[in-house]
């Protein structure tokens, strides 16, 4: 029919009109080479700029304790108060599993005030303690050297003892007050005394003197091999028990108290004979009891509450009173003890020191000297709250922000600009999903390792502000000395940059609070982001994705004239394209071009004979698109749990391709901001295509190869 009258008629079959998908994804090379150089200058400025401070936090007794921003670990999002799976192990960067994804982190803040792991006051005037982490101080009188400090100096509040000459190197397992003497078990487990000795050579070396420094107690003699497992020090002599079990003791003995069946004093270790026949122990209702310094004693009870008996002079039961009793009274819990246990308990001369659950020293009694620590000489006929030791950071009293900044340096803590609170719809945002902000989080198996220098934590809560007022967060409950407060944060990416580290800090909010903010770290916990990708595709109704699929064109006949066909690029036969976006937060635009390039054809099946694409005169042959009639549809959700939609998209200008101009093989079919939605999938719907076809063209069916590309902005 076409040949007979000189019309040529071009059909497109769908196995002859191919259209090629191609995936492109742009690398915005040179905006990476200039952060790489700032990032460069950066690390050179914070060397000059930056100089690390400690922060400090108010405490429960108005003082201010040191903070540190301790171990993390991140975990996968969860619904519930524990978190979800570990992404990686605790101080340990974690690339998240996919572009968009939430997740948990879980953060510590240390209280870094001295953890108290013993006190003794058994002396007369002064009062020492061993930390946690194996320092000891003393405080009170100084006469004689006994604090150990190379002074004679009266110290109101704690001074480590002198840790060069035969200390050096060495740390502080437990220690004992005497009357103006002190001694300590090192690590080395042997014994160091300091202060009065010149009477009945107290210092245990072999001489009659007194030292400002510690001294090394002779373990040649009887103690020779061994090692030393306990000591206590007393008014005059000091005994200690050895690794074969057995006692020792040195200093005066005027009373048979060196129990070597003799009165004369010795200024080295003498072995305690057994004793004549033979006694069981004794069983009770007590913990812990210290009897040394004067006529009281005082004892921790099952229940980890203290008593005392004895002589009250100076309120020195701690029950408000100077009456004496002949059998135990509790001591006042009704102030500063209230709510409180005791650890531990040291009875001296009129005055007793307890540790307590808050790792902070607590006396009573006699304090003409400054034996509390507390930088007074007041005495209290109640427990009184010492300086020694840490505070208490009460709960609700600190306030803290989440920040975070791109890694522009090697390190974190190196990284000086950038930093930016995370809100509801920051590019690191809080999830929108899970427990409510501030519920209690729970205590999980693979929590972060305990820093070596804490003593526990303290599990505070989930952080996911619901609102920008909402910003600050607190300790809901309080942090005592050593320990290391833990929250997790709830966060979701929202936008961040592909494939990039980022660092988060805590920063404490000095106008909702007082305090300093938080710029000493440990560790800075850090993150990766996954490598998104930017993708199109053509799919069917039933979703199924469609490989080099073919738009087919309507026929047409040709004459003396030029003549039109028609085609939907999407929406044919349920072809859609669709836009997946989990790369560019900057937006993206997709266009059409033929494979082949300006100079590409139609060219005829199975022959020679072919017709223009782009031609300048559109009798000759001209594409063109039309996007008059297009729309766009949208689903899924953003990373904040929000449902996509069409927002910052719009489709090009359209038009005809033609040879010589901007649109000689590329027309824009749809271009999105950056407030297109990431994660979203966008479906590009009627988008209609019409060719010219130059008169008396030969019959026959034409192709030509395009390719829809997606390129991030």
């Keep these: ?122 002396g007369w005037n002064h009062t020492c303690s061993v930390d946690h982490d194996k320092k000891a101080h003393c405080w009170g009188e100084g006469a004689n050297g006994a604090l150990g400090n190379g002074s004679t100096s009266n110290k109101y509040t704690p001074v480590e003892i002198d840790m060069s000459g035969v200390l050096a190197g060495k740390t502080i397992k437990q220690i004992s007050v005497g009357d103006w003497n002190t001694c300590a078990i090192a690590s080395d487990d042997k014994v160091y005394c300091w202060g009065y000795g010149i009477s009945f050579g107290d210092l245990g070396n072999g001489t009659f003197s007194q030292s400002n420094v510690p001294v090394a107690v002779s373990m040649s003699g009887v103690l020779a091999g061994k090692t030393i497992k306990q000591i206590s020090a007393s008014d005059f002599h000091t005994c200690a028990i050895a690794s074969d079990g057995e006692a020792y003791c040195w200093g005066g003995n005027t009373d048979g108290q060196l129990g070597n069946n003799s009165t004369n004093q010795s200024n080295v270790p003498v072995a305690v004979l057994p004793p004549q026949g033979s006694s069981s122990p004794l069983g009770g209702q007590f913990k812990q009891i210290s009897a040394e310094g004067g006529n009281r004693t005082c004892a921790i009870a099952y229940g980890d509450r203290a008593y005392c008996w004895g002589e009250g002079r100076y309120g020195g039961l701690g029950n408000n009173s100077t009456t004496s009793s002949r059998r135990p009274v509790a001591v006042s819990t009704s102030g500063v003890l209230a709510g409180k246990t005791i650890k531990q308990i040291s009875s001296g001369a009129y005055r007793t020191c307890v540790i307590a659950s808050d790792n902070q020293i607590y006396c009573w009694g006699r304090n003409n000297h400054g034996q509390f620590g507390d930088g007074n000489t007041v005495d209290s ?123 988060v800090r805590l920063a404490a909010d000095t106008t909702a609070a007082p305090g300093t903010s938080i710029d000493t770290y440990s560790y800075y916990p850090e993150f990766k982001t996954a490598d998104g990708s930017l993708d199109i595709r053509f799919a069917d109704a039933a979703d ?148 010219t076809i130059p008169a008396y063209q030969k019959p026959g069916t034409y192709t030509l190869p395009v390719t829809v590309t997606v390129v991030a902005q």
């Design 544 to 691: 199924t994705t469609l490989t080099n699929p073919t738009t087919v064109f309507s026929a047409a006949m040709t004459g003396r004239t030029a003549s039109t066909t028609t085609a939907k690029l999407s929406n044919n036969s349920s072809q859609q394209l669709e836009v997946a976006n989990s790369l560019s937060t900057t937006g993206w635009s997709v266009s059409l071009a033929a494979t082949g390039g300006p100079t590409a054809k139609w060219t005829q099946t199975g022959g020679a004979v072919n017709y223009a694409f782009n031609s300048t005169n559109a009798d000759q042959g001209q594409l063109s698109v039309d996007l008059s009639s297009s729309a766009f549809t949208a689903s899924g959700s953003t990373p904040l749990g929000q449902a996509c939609t069409t927002a910052g998209l719009s489709y090009g200008a359209g038009g005809a391709f033609v040879a010589g101009t901007a649109s000689a093989n590329a027309i824009t079919l749809a271009t999105a901001s950056s407030s297109s939605g990431l994660t979203c999938l966008f479906k590009l719907q009627n988008i209609s295509l019409k060719q």
């Design 381 to 503: 006929l109640v427990p009184t709250a010492t300086s020694n030791g840490g505070g208490t950071i009460s709960a609700n009293t600190m306030k803290l922000r989440t920040q975070y900044a791109k890694k522009t340096a090697a390190t974190c803590q190196a990284v000086a600009a950038g930093w930016q609170d995370v809100t509801n719809n920051s590019t690191l945002a809080y999830s929108a999903a899970g427990p409510n902000n501030g519920t209690a989080i729970a205590v999980a198996v693979n929590d972060p390792n305990l820093p070596s220098t804490s003593v526990g934590y303290s599990y505070q809560s989930i952080v996911r502000p619901g609102s920008a007022a909402q910003l600050t967060f607190t300790n809901n409950r309080e942090i005592n000395a050593g320990e290391t407060g833990l929250w997790d944060l709830a966060l979701t990416d929202n936008g961040l940059e592909r494939n990039t580290n980022y660092c």
């Design 1 to 122: 029919m076409c040949g007979e009258r000189g019309y040529v008629k071009v059909k497109s079959k769908n196995e002859q009109f191919g259209l090629r998908i191609r995936r492109k994804r742009t690398v915005l090379v040179y905006t990476a080479v200039c952060l790489l150089v700032l990032g460069i200058g950066a690390v050179v400025a914070v060397r000059w700029l930056t100089r690390p401070t400690e922060a400090l936090m108010p405490t429960a007794s108005s003082g201010q304790v040191k903070v540190d921003q301790a171990n993390y670990r991140l975990y996968r999002s969860s619904d519930t108060a524990a978190p979800g799976a570990p992404l990686a192990a605790d101080n340990t960067v974690a690339t998240l599993p996919q572009a968009g994804a939430s997740f948990r982190m879980r953060v510590g803040v240390e209280n870094k005030s001295r953890v108290l792991a013993q006190v003794s006051t058994s």
